[in-house]
């Protein structure tokens, strides 16, 4: 396996090219505001998010108020409700104190979110029969049918869309069990429930699988997953610039730096001078080292353990068809940046074009971006 990338990776690398390509499309087709790139030509507008503010949060509001309990019970994650309030979203309005509803305070979504939602609402499908098209049906069947395999064996309540990372941009997830206490870190709950039937959409199935392996990964490990897939893996013993770091993981300079305060303090790296030019350089520790190996060891491991449950056969098919779009994971040896073209008019235009997507998506309370923009 040493010269393959590990599963996650290649659901990583996939998850971030469906979602960059549904963003792109939903920033074209609605009157938006940046924070570094101005307003859309259209006016002013909502503050620009990515798909998992869809996924986690707008997707459960409908035309009733509804309370926050109610809409993270139905997305199976929290989302940042001060940020989809903020930036034109969603209103608090004052509604009962029940004991379900403590803060006393109902969401409804503003004029402008419904609008949003509008949008927002076809598009995985639309994507999803793009990608039919543009990879070969029979291909996305194959995939999405192993992967649908894996989910209904796993049973897990999962959300359908990559949590926003927490403190120490780790993956969290509250898991409930009948039989015992909730445990985000529990490997085998019960079947879905009715109220809860599972998304059998590409985007849904792919970020269910890639939690259920970031949860594995990361319990009882000082390092979460998407710093270990995405910092210390470009890292060297003599140390790289650090302005260099995000270009070669796929992920944005404000993830990198969530990641280095983290990596710092624990004794990962070490920065200093750039010997060779202006700026800053990092270097892996001893620990470093360590953890960079332990990374590597431990995504083999875990892809080995999934062989056994779920079966050789299946995590072939999804393992092959996700290599057949991955490719080697560049622009030009990559069929996924195929779809990655941004519109004239879209900030992906105007900043410079990746390299390669995340090793695992920097999904942060920014706006939910995948590469965390």
């Known amino acids: 396996m040493e010269n393959r990338f590990p599963l996650s990776t290649l659901l990583s690398q996939t998850l971030a090219a469906f979602i960059i390509e549904f963003d792109n499309e939903f920033e074209h087709r609605i009157p ?22 869809w996924e986690n949060c707008m997707r459960h509001i409908g035309d009733k108020d509804i309370t926050k309990a109610q809409v993270e019970a139905l997305a199976r994650t929290p989302t940042n409700w001060d940020g989809m309030r903020r930036w034109g979203y969603i209103q608090l309005i004052e509604g009962d104190r029940s004991p379900a509803n403590r803060t006393g305070l109902m969401i ?9 939602q509008s949008i927002w609402r076809p598009l995985a499908a639309e994507i999803s029969e793009r990608w ?30 990559l949590p926003i990372l927490k403190y120490g941009l780790f993956t969290r997830v509250k898991v409930h069990r009948p039989d015992q206490s909730p445990d985000h870190r529990s490997a085998h709950p019960p079947v879905h429930s ?4 599972p998304d059998p959409s590409l985007p849904a199935l792919l970020s269910k699988i890639l939690l259920a392996f970031a949860l594995q990964y990361e319990r009882h490990n000082e390092l979460s997953v998407a710093i270990s897939a995405n910092v210390p893996r470009v890292l060297t013993e003599g140390g790289i610039p650090l302005r260099d770091i995000g270009r070669l993981a796929g992920v944005s300079k404000e993830s990198v730096a969530m990641a280095m305060g983290v990596l710092k303090k624990g004794g990962w790296v070490i920065e200093g001078p750039n010997t060779s030019g202006r700026g800053k350089a990092v270097e892996l520790t001893d620990k470093g080292l360590a953890a960079q190996e332990f990374y590597a060891q431990r995504m083999a491991d875990i892809e080995r353990h999934w062989e056994k449950i779920f079966g050789a056969d299946t995590i072939g098919v999804v393992r092959s068809s ?27 235009s105007k900043v410079p074009k990746p390299e390669t997507l995340p090793h695992f998506p920097m999904v942060l309370h920014r706006g939910g971006f995948p590469d965390g923009s």
């Open 194 to 197: 009715p109220a809860h039937a």
């Open 108 to 116: 409804r979504a503003t004029a402008a979110g419904k609008r949003a």
């Open 132 to 161: 039919a098209i543009r990879f070969g049906t029979d291909l996305i069947r194959r995939l999405s049918d192993a992967l649908q395999q894996m989910d209904q064996k796993m049973a897990l309540p999962l959300p359908d869309c």
């Open 322 to 348: 996700l290599e057949t779009l991955v490719g080697n994971g560049s622009p030009d040896g990559s069929p996924l940046f195929r779809g990655l073209t941004p519109y004239p008019d879209g900030w992906r």
């Open 32 to 53: 938006h505001r940046t924070s570094d790139h101005g307003i859309s030509s259209r006016g002013d507008g909502l503050w620009l998010v990515s798909m998992a503010m």
